[in-house]
């Protein structure tokens, strides 16, 4: 059985690494969405403290309140570019009409 005396993970998470060759990436981190935002209704009005509507501020995209606050599914493609592109031809065609 594996022991990690560095960093104490669990055994059950440990890999053998036995045979190479070996490569080595260097990964560092990214933000990837917002956690937290703007919140707003179904039709992209940003809503104040008390959820009430402020007229004329919308919101697209990744500042959208709490989309990613629990999890970012990064197993869904085009998840965040989708919403992106698909609201805002929603709204734009909406605004465009008023
Ligand atoms: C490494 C990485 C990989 C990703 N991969 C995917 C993927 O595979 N699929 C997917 O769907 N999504 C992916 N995403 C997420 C996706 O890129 C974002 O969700 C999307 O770009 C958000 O678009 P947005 O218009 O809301 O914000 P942004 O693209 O961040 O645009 C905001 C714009 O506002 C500008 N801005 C900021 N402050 C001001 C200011 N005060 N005045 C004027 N302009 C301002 C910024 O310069 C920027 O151009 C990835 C993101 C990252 C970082």
Wanted: with cysteine; proline share 5%; glycine share 12%.
């Amino acid at each position: 059985m594996c022991e990690d005396t560095d960093y104490y993970k669990k055994p059950v998470f440990l890999t053998p690494v036995k045979q190479g060759p070996f490569y080595a990436l260097k990964v560092g981190p990214a933000l990837l969405a917002v956690c937290g935002g703007l919140k707003c209704n179904n039709d992209f009005q940003c809503l104040d403290e008390n959820g009430e509507v402020i007229e004329g501020l919308y919101v697209l995209g990744n500042i959208m309140g709490d989309i990613t606050a629990v999890d970012y599914p990064i197993n869904v493609a085009g998840n965040s570019h989708g919403r992106c592109i698909t609201f805002g031809y929603l709204l734009g065609h909406e605004l465009a009409e008023a």
